[in-house]
Structure formats: C-alpha cells, structure tokens
C-alpha cells in the first residue's frame, strides 16, 4: 500500500510473501493507515545458504511499515517469519511486524508471532519511526513454559522510539519512557482472549494520542478500567471493562518474576465484575491442577520456588454471586542458574545448568534464559 490510503476494519489472514521478496507476508505498506484490523496468520520466507547466502531477510511476518505508514488498534497474531537453510543471527526481522524509517504503531496487540530462534524480534522489529501504547508479549513458537523465553525477544529494537508499551523480554537501545517489562495480564491469552485482566499493567498507563477515540473494537476509549479518579487510555488494542462491570474476570501479579536459584514470589490476585459476593482464592504453583493454597483471605499469598526452571501458576477464584473462573500463567516465575556450562558436547538445553545440558555453541550465550529488557 502506497499514497494516502486507508484500510479500516479488515481481516488480513492466510498471505504469504516468499523467497525473492519476502517482505510483509500479510501487509506491505510505504504511507497509509491500517487501523481496526486484524492481522493473523501470514507468512514471509526465504532461503539461502547458511552464511547468508543470497537470499533476503524475511521481514515482517504480519505488516511490514516503512515510509510514512501507520498501524492503529489492531491486532497482530500468529504470523511467521522464516529463513530455510538460514544459521545466522538475525535470520529473520519481525515476524509480526517490521518498523522502519518514519512509520507508526499505535495502540496495538502483538502476540504469538514467531520468527525462528535467531530471528530478531519475534513480535517487533524496529529500526525507525514509533512504537507507542502498544502491547507485544508471548511471541514465539508455543505457548508452552521451556520456550517461554529463551532466544525470544517480543521487540528488537535498533533504532526509533519505543514508549509506552507492555513489552516483556525485549532488547532495546534505550529504557523509554513509560515501558513495562511485565506481563500484560490477558484474560486468556491461549485460548486467544487478548482482552485486559483486571490489575494489568496495561490499564490505564498509555499517553494520549489524538484521534485515538475507540479501541479495535469500536468501543469509546478511554474507559476507567481502575480505581482511578479519572479514566486514562489503557496500552494495547483493546480497552479494559469497568471493574464493576461485565462477567467475573480475574488475574494475578507477580511481584518479582525472575531469580537465581531461588525466587520467593509474592503473588496479587485481582478480581472484577459485577455482582461479585464473596470470593474463595485456589492456587496451584507448580501446574498440576490441584490447588496447593486455598482460602477467602488468599488474596494476597508468597511461595519460594526453590527449583531452577520455569514455573507455571494457576488461580481459581470461586465468587459466591457470579460463578468461578481460572487463569494459568506458563513460566510465570522463573528461575534461572547462577552457574551455566559452556562444553562442545553439550546439548543446549535451557537452563544449561547441567554439564549435560550445557550450552554447545558460543552463539548461545547472547540468548541465555534471563529476562533481558534495557
């Protein structure tokens, strides 16, 4: 897309862009606006030898923006990039979205894009431009725990600006203002609710951009989706409900996320709906199903996690007016080593705490399973 053009309200699904030109699998666009729209499941591919070869470097699995484009609450999901035969880093430039030059991302949701273990930026790839009240978490290749976050990075950041985004395991060139390196608190991210939990970070906490008055979903932003005085527009592409309103919605915070050897986490469930009664707290810290503390006065709980890994935690909380729900969160906390192995015959498996499992090339170590954010 070239000029002044507008697409609005559209499903951009099943495109590829591959080999010669494997830039932008579902859009490409050099001026423009895209907003409202959903962008899932496209792919760009190339090929070549595994020393870079002639083959180019797929970019921007779902959109690809340069020039003067711009994409606005939408959402970016399961697209891919990937390079065949391809062994180097950087085999591959934001499979959701590629940045460059004076392009802009708004308030967008960009998750479960994947672009390959050497790829930079999984979600986003920014080398110009903006990326601003946006949300880019759990882009990779599954959404189970050990690939959580090793040789992941939600945005890859070389040049632009990036402010005011929920970016959790993102490497970039500078802090930024108003960015959190936390999880976003999606209602049910694997079964594709990307809508806000109560108590996410996301709420409340973008700037205000003009022009930006609905969310992907048509709906009036901003709305008070907390306890604040006044509502504030919430980062991502969709707005949080009122607390007081809809069904019983629920999520967790985890204070501290991340340690070595030992993590002693205190966890903050948060609760929201209408009609609520009183409130029973069930949670399970080591994803077995089975509750491990349960009681009405668990809002509000700590537990040392005293294994290296990736740790799953699940919350169920039974409302006496409005029914019960469940959130599971993979690799909620994680623990890594204090102490990694570096030997050829290593088999490079995370957490490569182990001489068995140490890490067996060199390359490894720039994408060790710490949660690396600037």
């Not at 010669?20 to 962008?39: C, K, L, N």
């Not at 003067?68 to 970016?76: D, E, P, R």
């Not at 203002?177 to 809508?195: I, W």
């Amino acid at each position: 897309m070239s000029g002044n053009g507008l697409v609005s309200n559209a499903v951009v699904s099943l495109n590829d862009a591959v080999y010669a030109i494997p830039f932008g699998g579902g859009v490409y666009a050099t001026a423009g606006i895209i907003t409202h729209s959903m962008i899932a499941s496209n792919l760009t591919e190339s090929s070549g030898n595994s020393y870079g070869g002639t083959g180019q470097t797929p970019s921007g699995g779902g959109v690809y923006l340069a020039g003067t484009a711009q994409l606005h609450n939408s959402i970016v999901f399961g697209n891919r990039a990937v390079h065949s035969y391809q062994y180097r880093m950087g085999e591959t430039l934001g499979a959701g979205v590629f940045i460059s030059a004076s392009a802009k991302v708004y308030h967008s949701t960009i998750v479960g894009n994947y672009g390959g273990e050497r790829g930079y930026g999984d979600g986003v790839y920014i080398s110009g431009g903006e990326l601003k009240n946006s949300i880019v978490s759990h882009n990779f290749s599954g959404f189970d725990s050990g690939d959580y976050t090793v040789n992941h990075y939600n945005v890859w950041q070389a040049g632009g600006t990036v402010s005011y985004n929920v970016l959790p395991r993102s490497h970039l060139i500078a802090p930024g203002v108003g960015n959190v390196a936390a999880d976003p608190g999606f209602v049910n991210v694997y079964a594709g609710d990307l809508s806000l939990g109560p108590g996410s970070p996301a709420i409340d906490a973008a700037t205000v951009i003009a022009g930006m008055d609905s969310d992907f979903s048509g709906v009036a932003r901003p709305l008070n989706g907390s306890d604040a005085e006044s509502a504030l527009p919430d980062m991502g592409a969709l707005e949080a409900q009122p607390l007081d309103a809809g069904p019983l919605r629920i999520n967790f915070t985890v204070a501290q996320e991340d340690g070595f050897d030992s993590l002693s986490a205190a966890l903050q469930a948060h609760v929201a709906g209408e009609s609520l009664g009183s409130l029973v707290y069930h949670w399970d810290f080591d994803g077995d199903g089975v509750a491990d503390i349960t009681g009405s006065d668990k809002a509000t709980v700590s537990h040392l996690f005293d294994t290296v890994g990736y740790h799953d935690i699940g919350l169920k909380v039974v409302s006496s007016g409005a029914g019960e729900a469940t959130i599971v969160k993979r690799a909620a906390a994680r623990v890594h080593p204090s102490v990694l192995y570096l030997s050829d015959a290593g088999t490079s498996e995370a957490p490569y705490n182990t001489p068995a499992a140490s890490i067996c090339r060199v390359a490894r170590l720039s994408t060790a399973p710490l949660s690396v954010t600037a």
